[in-house]
Every structure is written in structure tokens, then in C-alpha cells.
């Protein structure tokens, strides 16, 4: 009985000894986290404003958005400005001029006038030649910003950077980042920020047509352009090309993303479902419907009396739903799921006749019958999967599509569209200077 007694002291004076002494143990556990930030990035009105140049074609780094208009393709560098490509040899697209637009993102053309936004600003080109374009103005103050610092500026944008710090294990929780967006996610899908984003189709007026892709938030239509911006829709008066001017905006709701204009009416893209919206009167678009669907990125495209609507999970779009939804347009009132097809990571896409193409992001890009709409999904033709695509264009009146992605701009040929084949190719380096 002693024996127990004394081994228990023994004890007790050890655990008094330990928890005496804590303090004086150094703790030396350490860790590495990586994790993505978002980066507030500020801009003076003097720094939006700055001149801008035209310089020689230069090579893609980080294509952003497309606009085809003739043999020129447009290719956005995301918030940097419009490469100008020539495609009247297609084997062989040479980039022959380079508009610095900070901030830019998209794109549209009308009878030889290209506008772009320059982050709170609309600026307009006369493209008559397209190897010298010319700087024709700007309308000032017509687009929103994320908000606005007294000292700093205008909050343009979040940059995504790649961070990685040692932490103390006691301290993991405890560290604050100021207006820093974090994300636990290091390589993040950030291809399209979900606030820039680019959708069209036929922008009608004058030859050559011009083609948007489906992520556009630039659309024309008749003798206006109209523009997604945040939560509504600015109106421009472009029927003085050279003058254009900002008519109102039409309130829809936040998280609209995409434009795709047919005849006179409006089908908007959002990370909720779509929105059709009358043009009979141009200057005021006019709600007419809208079909819902589970939250997820939305671009749309109609053909007819039927729209594609692809819905892809991630991040950006706060949605877990990866198809295409096929829609009956006939009555704008009232438009109706017609199928759904399971897809992988569905971007942008076009159609053409019973073709229909679909960008699949890192996945690359599908090419399905259309003909049964019913049956879609057991019609798949072909699946591209070695390039990142995105968006694609469906180049009218030819078996030529044009591929964007973060790997470049690719040109295929679907005359046989079981078996496309690569026609030509310009690489990103993705090696951006800042």
C-alpha cells in the first residue's frame, strides 16, 4: 500500500514539475501554407485615361475574350488591350497590330468601329485599315467600378496571387489580410473572372458581319450597342458611329453575365437561369421572361426557336452543375426545358446547321450532332482534349471554327465532324509581362 502511495507522489511532483516548467518550452512547430489572395487593384482616373497606343502585333500571353469581323480576328489580352489578327490565310493568322486598352475586356465592332471598354470607359476605333486603327475618343464615366477610394482610386479589379508563408501551428487561424480575398485553393479556374465575361452572334448593319463569341457582355443590335454592366444594361446610340452615346440603363439583376442578340429581342446570360428582354423599344429593353435554373456560369446561344445554355460548376459560378440545357424559345412568355445533357466543365459555345460545339475549359472542346434534340447526349461526334478551350466560332457559311482558350487560339476544320483537324495554331506563353 506504501509502494502505491509513493509511486502516485512520484507522479504528482512530476505533472507539478511539468506544468511548472511549460512556459519554458520552446515550440517549435511550423508549417507551410499555399493558398490563392486576391489582390485590390486601384486606378486614378489620370491612369485610366492615359494615351493609347497602337503598336506592332505581339504575341498572346493570356487571351481573353473573341470578335471575328471579316478576315480579322480580335483577340482580347485580358485587362491589357485588342490583339488584331489577320485570317485571310488561314494556315497561317499573322498578328499585325496591338491596341494597349488597360483594363480591357470586351469587344464589338460596327460598320469599320471597333468600341472596347477601358475600365470605367467606353473608347471607339475607327478600323478602316486595320493595321493602323485609329484612337476616335471615349465616352467617360458610363461603366461602374467595384468602388470608388478617395486617395487611391477606383477599385478596377482582384489579381490573383499565388501565396505561400510559414505559419506557427498555434497561429494558423489568427492571421487577418486586410481587404485580401483568400482562397484555400491554390490553381484555381480564374481563365474568366466571372465579372468579365463575353457573349453575341450576329451583330447585324453593314459587311463584313461581325461575330461575337458567346461570353460577351457587348452585343449590337440595330443602331445600338448594349452593354452588361454589373447588375443592368447600359444603352448606347451608335447610329452616328463616331459619336456614340449613353442613352440609360435598364436595371435586370446582379449576376447577369452574357448578351446574345436575335431580332428584337434579348437573351441575357445569368449565374441564375436566362432572361429575355423585348427591343421593341431599343432605348428601354423590356422584361419578358425568364427561365430559372440551378446557380451556376451561364452563356447562351439561340438558333431559331431554340437556345443552348451550358451550366458549369466552380468557384467563380457557386454552382455544382455541369450540362447543357436545351430550351424551347417559341414563346418568349413561357420558355421550357426541352433536355439536358451531362457535361464536364461546359464554357462557351456555337452552332452551325446540326453541328453544335462546346468548349469544355480544361477538358477541351466537344462536337455533337444537333439534329434530334431529343438525343444529344448519345450524339456526341468528337472530343478535342488535349488544348484548354472556352470559347469557340463557328465561322458562318464554312466547316472553320475558331478555339480560344488559355493555351491560344486554334483554328480547326469539322468538315468531317467526327474527325476535325487542326488547321493552325497561335500559342499563349502565358509568361505575362507585368
Do not use: W
Not at 269 to 277: E, F, L
Request: hydrophobic share 35%.
Amino acid at each position: 500500500m506504501k509502494n502505491i502511495y509513493t509511486r502516485f507522489l512520484h507522479l504528482l511532483v512530476l505533472a507539478g514539475f511539468l506544468m511548472l516548467h511549460q512556459s519554458c518550452l520552446k515550440d517549435d512547430c511550423k508549417g507551410v501554407s499555399t493558398y490563392m489572395t486576391f489582390v485590390p487593384v486601384y486606378k486614378t482616373v489620370d491612369e485610366i485615361r492615359q494615351n493609347i497606343e497602337v503598336v506592332e502585333g505581339g504575341v498572346l500571353c493570356n487571351p481573353g475574350k473573341l470578335f471575328v469581323y471579316g478576315d480579322y480576328i480580335f483577340v482580347n489580352e485580358l485587362r491589357k488591350g485588342i490583339h488584331i489578327i489577320d485570317n485571310s490565310v488561314q494556315e497561317n493568322p499573322t498578328s499585325i497590330a496591338f491596341i494597349d486598352i488597360p483594363g480591357n475586356v470586351d469587344i464589338a465592332v460596327k460598320d469599320n468601329i471597333l468600341y472596347a471598354d477601358n475600365y470605367i470607359d467606353l473608347v471607339y476605333f475607327d478600323i478602316s485599315i486595320p493595321t493602323r486603327p485609329i484612337y476616335k475618343g471615349r465616352v467617360e464615366d458610363v461603366f461602374n467600378s467595384i468602388s470608388l477610394h478617395n486617395d487611391l482610386g477606383h477599385l478596377v479589379h482582384y489579381e490573383e496571387k499565388e501565396v505561400t508563408v510559414e505559419y506557427d501551428c498555434n497561429y494558423r487561424n489568427k492571421n487577418h489580410f486586410d481587404d485580401q480575398f483568400i482562397s484555400n485553393q491554390a490553381g484555381i479556374d480564374n481563365s474568366i473572372p466571372s465579372f468579365e465575361v463575353f457573349g453575341g452572334g450576329p451583330s447585324g448593319g453593314a459587311a463584313p458581319q461581325g461575330i461575337a463569341g458567346s461570353l460577351s457582355r457587348f452585343a449590337n443590335a440595330g443602331e445600338y450597342l448594349y452593354v452588361i454592366d454589373e447588375s443592368a444594361i447600359d444603352v448606347f446610340d451608335i447610329s452616328d458611329r463616331c459619336n456614340p452615346l449613353y442613352i440609360a440603363e435598364t436595371f435586370v439583376e446582379s449576376g447577369i453575365e452574357t448578351l446574345f442578340p436575335v431580332g428584337s429581342n434579348l437573351f441575357i446570360g445569368a449565374n441564375d437561369g436566362v432572361h429575355i428582354y423585348s427591343l421593341d423599344n431599343p432605348v428601354t429593353p423590356t422584361y419578358r421572361s425568364k427561365f430559372e435554373h440551378a446557380r451556376s456560369c451561364d452563356p447562351v446561344f439561340v438558333q431559331d426557336q431554340t437556345a443552348y445554355v451550358t451550366l458549369r460548376d466552380g468557384q467563380q459560378c457557386q454552382g455544382f452543375n455541369n450540362q447543357l440545357d436545351v430550351l424551347d424559345v417559341s414563346d418568349l412568355v413561357n420558355p421550357s426545358l426541352i433536355t439536358s445533357v451531362e457535361m464536364e466543365n461546359p464554357h462557351g459555345l456555337s452552332l452551325s446547321d446540326d453541328i453544335l460545339m462546346i468548349c469544355e475549359g480544361k477538358f477541351g472542346f466537344k462536337v455533337f450532332d444537333k439534329s434530334d434534340i431529343n438525343d444529344i447526349s448519345n450524339n456526341e461526334l468528337s472530343h478535342i482534349d488535349n488544348i484548354h478551350a472556352y470559347d469557340v466560332i463557328i465561322l458562318p457559311g464554312t466547316t472553320s471554327a475558331l478555339v480560344i482558350g488559355m493555351d491560344g487560339l486554334y483554328q480547326y476544320d469539322f468538315s468531317n465532324p467526327k474527325d476535325p483537324f487542326e488547321i493552325s495554331q497561335i500559342v499563349a506563353t502565358r509568361d505575362c509581362d507585368e
